[in-house]
Nanobody, 118 residues
Framework: QVRVVESGGGLVQPGGSLRLSCAAS????????MGWYRQAPGKQRELVAA???????NYTEAIKGRFTISRDNAKNTAYLQMNSLKSEDTAVYYC????????????WGQGTQVTVSS
């Protein structure tokens, strides 16, 4: 059974930091592209950052220089380090595992809420 579980969300003040974790099980983790998405109220889900099994990364423009995606293949875990958080970063953050040979085979976590507010 495949499981993708996010953790690390919470309430943080503007300018603060959070680190999200995404633990995957039931898959060969190194065969999967890992992505972090977010969905704010009333908006569509958007890709925030992605990382290949080899460590190549891709970021959406809005978070470049503030967020860092990483992965530890030995721990089957991906991370999203979020610094200099802004109110507009408030959203539910989702982790996605996409099989490198077929984009149609992918798994989602349940999401973790990130709220940036004073």
């Amino acid at each position: 059974q495949v499981r993708v579980v996010e953790s690390g969300g919470g309430l943080v003040q503007p300018g603060g930091s959070l680190r999200l974790s995404c633990a995957a099980s039931g898959i060969t983790f190194s065969h999967y592209l890992m992505g972090w998405y977010r969905q704010a109220p009333g908006k569509q889900r958007e890709l925030v950052a992605a990382i290949t099994s080899g460590g190549s990364t891709n970021y959406t423009e809005a978070i470049k220089g503030r967020f860092t995606i990483s992965r530890d293949n030995a721990k089957n875990t991906a991370y999203l380090q979020m610094n200099s958080l802004k109110s507009e970063d408030t959203a539910v953050y989702y982790c996605n595992a996409e099989w490198r040979w077929n984009k149609g085979l992918n798994y989602w976590g349940q999401g973790t809420q990130v709220t940036v507010s004073s």
